[in-house]
């Protein structure tokens, strides 16, 4: 049942991805689902790093003493002034490992 379920999710996952790369299908898009679809990746990102960055032990950790709100914060300044994801990543990195 586990292989199933593997091997039909990754199924519905080529077939979602090919519907729209395969350029010899005639499926476009109108300019507002793709500006709305422009909003998936931000979003899906923030549900992911948000508890990780904010809660601890089941409350929000707010304090200058979590390491993970200041790497966060120091990633955020990275990507806004250099525009460089590499530098953002190992730079914030290296901050978390030494900090943490």
Do not use: G
């Amino acid at each position: 049942m586990i292989w199933f379920t593997i091997l039909a999710m990754a199924a519905i996952v080529f077939a979602s991805r090919y519907l729209f790369l395969e350029p010899k299908i005639p499926l476009r898009l109108n300019k507002t689902t793709l500006q709305f679809l422009s909003y998936s990746a931000p979003a899906v990102l923030t549900a992911i790093f948000a508890p990780i960055v904010f809660v601890r032990d089941q409350q929000l950790a707010l304090s200058l003493d979590n390491p993970y709100l200041l790497a966060a914060l120091l990633a955020a300044l990275l990507a806004y002034f250099t525009r460089n994801a590499l530098i953002t990543t190992v730079v914030s990195m290296a901050v978390f490992f030494f900090i943490h």
